[in-house]
């Protein structure tokens, strides 16, 4: 697609109005960098719409003038999905403007909002009434509910409560051509044909922008249980997964796998931790119950689990929280393990998910190929256990040249994602597709699957304006 003329930029200007568009190149960084300074985009401006019909004339304006256009929320994805090309050409249409809560039934346990609210904002509201939105992810202050349904986000309670694909009730979508589906039913039931908002869920704004959404509501859990265990093996912690979800069945949320290094590491770089246990062990788990009936339910629930594991030798020792505050203490070496990595050195990432049986097999066979080709890499490898979704990522030996390690990563990249291929998982468990992992998904993905998500898109989007060079 072509630069966009000076005329084209004062239509697409006039759409939202000039005070709602960013056009200096200080003001436009923010939104055409990738978060992680992996890529940086170029725009002529950031348009910030105020209404689903401002955007339905921004998208027909570009069907019009053949302008690609980059639907971006809270611009914290990991995919590289919601920035613009380096080419100039393509216009960031920001929703940050686009923040009411339109309805909220709390007998019907649902909530109507603007794409553009901030997660935070989703949480505190069903909090304070007496409800809970479980979905819940380290950027929940500045990620949006538009966002976090392109990307079909996962976090820590998809144990309990699935991905933001469960949440979602019904959709109001700008279509590529600039029409308006409003999809914003909140039933519960609803079998007449195709399921269309859930082509929209994780498509990453290549097939239209979400301007709306009902969420589903969750009764408040009444107490929580918080533990940290000890144990010497994946083994031993898809006994523990096994164990603890027989006892607890649903009231199990959280089930996270840490091994020692990454431990150490959030210690050693995070202000305001202590290790939870009094001896370092190969690998800890993080686990939560949640009750809707009581604290004591959820304690005793996870006494039991504890007490059971110990007495199997499962696990080697463990802490339960006695107070809030040891609860966030515990979680915060969970949540800050990203931010301690970075401090340590660049990473070879790798965001997957093999069936949650295979886990212990994954981590064996992929060690041992790691150890073959770059044995000195140091395996920061923790994540979602419960949901078999692992970031096995590899990181810099201490004192080595960066680059030099950087050069291995896609030889690395293709070695761990054609053993997640040959397991049955997937080469993106919750960070998407993005522009990051296009030309991997075209390598990995089943190619009649394929053929027909480049046809749907074809069909939806026949100018291609929407998001493209993302996805497929
Ligand atoms: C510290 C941290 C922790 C994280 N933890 C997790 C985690 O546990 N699980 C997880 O899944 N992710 C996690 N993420 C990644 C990220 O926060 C999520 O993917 C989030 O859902 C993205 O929301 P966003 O509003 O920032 O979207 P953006 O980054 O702005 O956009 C993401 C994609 O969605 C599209 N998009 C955005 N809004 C719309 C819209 N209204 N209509 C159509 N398309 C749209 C964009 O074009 C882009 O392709 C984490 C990120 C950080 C920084």
């Given at each position: 697609m072509s630069a966009p003329s000076q005329k084209t930029l004062d239509a697409f200007i006039a759409c939202v109005g000039v005070k709602n568009v960013l056009t200096s190149s200080d003001d436009l960084t923010h939104y055409t960098d990738e978060n992680r300074d992996l890529y940086k985009g170029k725009t002529p401006l950031v348009l910030k719409p105020g209404s689903t019909e401002e955007v339905s004339a921004i998208v027909k304006l570009a069907v019009e003038t053949k302008t690609a256009l980059v639907p971006q929320g809270g611009?914290?994805?990991?995919?590289?999905?919601g920035m613009p090309d380096e080419s100039g050409n393509q216009i960031v249409v920001s929703?940050?403007?686009?923040?009411?809560?339109?309805h909220i039934d709390i007998e019907g346990n649902f909530l109507i909002v603007d794409a553009g609210v901030i997660l935070e904002t989703i949480r505190n509201l069903a909090d304070e009434n007496?409800?809970?939105?479980?979905?819940?992810?380290?950027?929940q202050g500045s990620c949006q509910i538009g966002g976090n349904i392109s990307t079909n986000a996962g976090g820590?309670?998809?144990?309990?409560?699935?991905?933001t694909r469960e949440f979602v009730l019904g959709l109001e979508v700008v279509l590529p051509n600039g029409e308006i589906w409003n999809g914003l039913r909140s039933l519960k039931?609803?079998?007449?044909?195709?399921?269309?908002k859930n082509l929209f869920v994780g498509a990453e704004g290549t097939l239209g922008i979400i301007t709306g959404c009902v969420i589903k509501l969750f009764p408040k859990p009444r107490g929580k249980a918080t533990a940290f265990v000890g144990l010497n093996s994946p083994e031993h912690a898809l006994k523990l997964l096994t164990l603890a979800s027989r006892i607890a069945g649903n009231m199990l949320t959280t089930f996270e796998l840490m091994p020692a290094l990454a431990i150490n590491c959030t210690l050693k770089h995070i202000a305001d931790t202590r290790a939870p246990l009094a001896d370092e062990h190969k690998w800890s788990v993080l686990a939560e119950i949640s009750s809707i009936r009581s604290e004591e339910d959820a304690a005793s629930t996870m006494q039991e689990i504890l007490e059971n594991a110990l007495e199997d030798g499962v696990c080697e020792d463990a802490t339960l929280a006695q107070s809030v505050d040891q609860q966030k203490a515990l979680w915060r070496i969970r949540e800050m393990m990203p931010i301690a990595q970075r401090q340590e050195g660049v990473s070879i990432r790798h965001d997957i998910s093999v069936p949650i049986n295979l886990m212990p097999e994954f981590l064996d066979r992929a060690n041992a190929i790691i150890d073959a080709e770059l044995p000195d890499s140091r395996r920061y490898t923790f994540g979602h256990m419960g949901d078999g979704n692992i970031h096995y990522n590899l990181m810099q030996p201490v004192g080595s040249d960066t680059d030099a390690f950087l050069a291995h990563r896609g030889e690395m990249n293709d070695l761990i994602h054609a053993l997640v291929v040959e397991m049955g998982?997937?080469?993106?468990?919750?960070?998407?597709?993005?522009?990051?992992?296009r030309e991997l998904l075209a390598k990995t993905k089943d190619p009649v699957e394929l053929k027909l998500m480049k046809s749907l898109k074809a069909t939806l989007d026949p100018n291609n304006i929407m998001n493209p060079g993302k996805v497929i």
């Open positions: 611009h914290t994805g990991h995919a590289a999905g929703m940050e403007r686009m923040n009411r809560i339109r007496d409800r809970l939105f479980p979905l819940s992810l380290g950027s820590t309670a998809v144990l309990s409560y699935g991905n039931k609803d079998n007449t044909g195709y399921d269309l998982g997937s080469i993106s468990a919750e960070h998407g597709i993005g522009r990051m992992k």
